[in-house]
């Protein structure tokens, strides 16, 4: 792959030598041709973005490539318009854009390659998610009238079937051993595969095949699970393959630069300032309220704290005015808000010198004169908190004990604190953070968390009856293993967002310690039965199936 010059990125078109006759791709040339950075880019946070659905469909709970998993997989391809949906049409209508959508799928894939074959952390989430993805995307092509015969001769997938000869002789024994076969009739049509059975590991320690010296007898209904093994270990070899080559890249600082923190990227909408003038509008008397109903825990903290403490040191004021900015509180209301509170602690011309101006500042006023944007979770999540701060994430920051008693103070149910400090303890902060929102709108929230202001306005949508809650019926606990999304992070700062930091003026060290005060009033909790069941022992046997795999793919690589 090249990649365009500055001068001629405008406007450059992707040039990739490559026909497509598949949907599926294994992925396993990597593309030609020439490709502006800015494309480059796009394509990256698209596939990202992708990733990101089919691993908070997981994390949700439903099983996965259940009809339903499936369903509103396949639902938010269509919504956003990922470059999946078109790939997979038929092509001999509208052939153009199908061959786009797969050029798309096919250079993305690999420009995400460069960005998780990283650390052993980064490809074991790329894995995981893309043979997830891979695996939904096989089932779906099958039903969906796409050529897979096509698919597998020419990607040299060749499952041998066995002779009628040896189905007979050992028809017994498939009847017995073979997962919803239960009897003679049932073995009619159909086909079986006799495989190394290291090949179909998923389903032997299922118990779904019968075994015998060694091979695996699989039934042409699970198909699925031999072709994704096979996508599975194709991609851990090419990801050490990969890191091998990484340094001969590192020269181009124009690709470093566009890959490096690359899984720390933010992918949810933006909330600009503008964005909220557009929609919410709220003013200081609205705030305690608001912050009881519809804030999340993180904001809800740095409330309580100024509400007791009239004061909040500079993260917390940095994050939670640029939060209120984009809910829609204007300029002038903000430095009255944050004035009324100041006031109790300082004289006039201390908070007009020391804070009045960093108020402006934020709201692109002063300085630079920047509109800038809120911090989405992931920072917030990332940020490194000290003794007396107030701000982060309750879920990743506070002591579970603690987040413990200020969610039973908020009335959320027990059975709802139960299952958000079993998903705190399994570092699934947002996944918390979207239960806690589940119990205290008596909604299922499909979309998930990443943005405090996601959380705000979807509740706001609810209250005022914007949008009706969903009433998702699954069944409750979500257990899964523990999340790789944030032990591989280091608190650095988004990619995005650190201009803003850099930006900070020094404050003064004087500053109050400050401790947090739970707030008493209740939240208008009930149960809504949003809670979830996975397929764990498949998860965790994934998760310990791929570091087996990465390690031996990268001792090969190694030799
Ligand atoms: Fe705030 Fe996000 Fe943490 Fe929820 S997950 S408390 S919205 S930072």
Known sequence: MEFGSRRVRKNRRIEIETS???????????????????????????????????????????????????????????????????????????RDEVEAARRRDHVSHFVLRLAYCRS??????????????????????????????????????????????????????????????????????????????????????????????????????DLVTLVTASFRSNLSRALAITNKALPQLEDDERLTRLLHDFDKRYTGNSYSQKKSGDGLHITPDMIDELSTKSFPLCMRQLNDTLRTAHH??????????????????????????????????????????????????????????????????????????????AHGCPFKHNDQTMLRQRLVSFKVPQQAVNEIIELVSMSHYQVACQRYWEATHNACLDAGINHPNQFFEESQKILNGQTQPSQGKRTMHVKTNRSVMYSSQSSTQSTQETTQSTQETTQSTQESTQSTQDSTQPTQASTQDCGNTSDYDSMIFDDDLDSVMIGQSMESEDA
């Not at 497509?20 to 480059?40: D, H, K, M, V």
């Not at 074991?124 to 939904?136: C, G, K, M, P, S």
């Not at 919803?180 to 495989?195: A, H, L, Q, W």
């Open 20 to 94: 497509y006759p598949n949907a599926l791709q294994l992925y396993t040339t990597p593309p030609s041709g020439n490709i502006s950075l800015q494309e480059f880019d796009e394509m990256a946070i698209e596939r990202l973005k992708v990733l990101r659905t089919v691993e908070r469909l997981n994390l949700s709970g439903q099983i996965k490539n259940s009809e339903d998993w499936m369903n509103k997989l396949y639902e938010d391809f269509s919504k956003h318009k990922y470059f999946i949906h078109s790939a997979e049409k038929i092509s001999d209508n509208k």
């Open 120 to 221: 052993e952390e980064l490809r074991r989430w790329f894995i995981v998610q893309e043979t997830d993805l891979f695996r939904a995307r096989f089932l779906h092509c099958s039903t969906n009238g796409s050529d897979i015969k096509n698919f597998l001769v020419s990607n040299n997938l060749h499952f041998t079937p066995i002779s009628k000869e040896e189905v007979h002789n050992q028809r017994d024994n498939l009847i017995a051993g073979t997962y919803k076969i239960n009897s003679g009739d049932m073995m009619e049509g159909r086909t079986f595969f006799k495989v190394p059975f290291t090949e179909a590991l998923e389903l032997v320690r299922q118990r779904k095949v019968y075994l015998s010296g060694g091979y695996a007898y699989v039934p042409d209904t």
């Open 312 to 389: 909040l040191r500079y993260g917390g004021r940095l994050t939670y005015g640029l939060f209120l900015k984009a809910a829609g509180l204007s300029l002038e209301d903000a430095l009255y808000f944050w004035r009324s509170h100041f006031l109790k602690n300082m004289d006039v011309d201390k908070f007009e010198k020391q804070y009045a101006y960093n108020i402006r500042y934020n709201y692109g006023k002063e300085g630079k004169r920047v509109d800038f944007t809120p911090y989405s979770c992931l920072k917030i999540i990332m940020t490194s908190i000290g003794p007396g701060d």
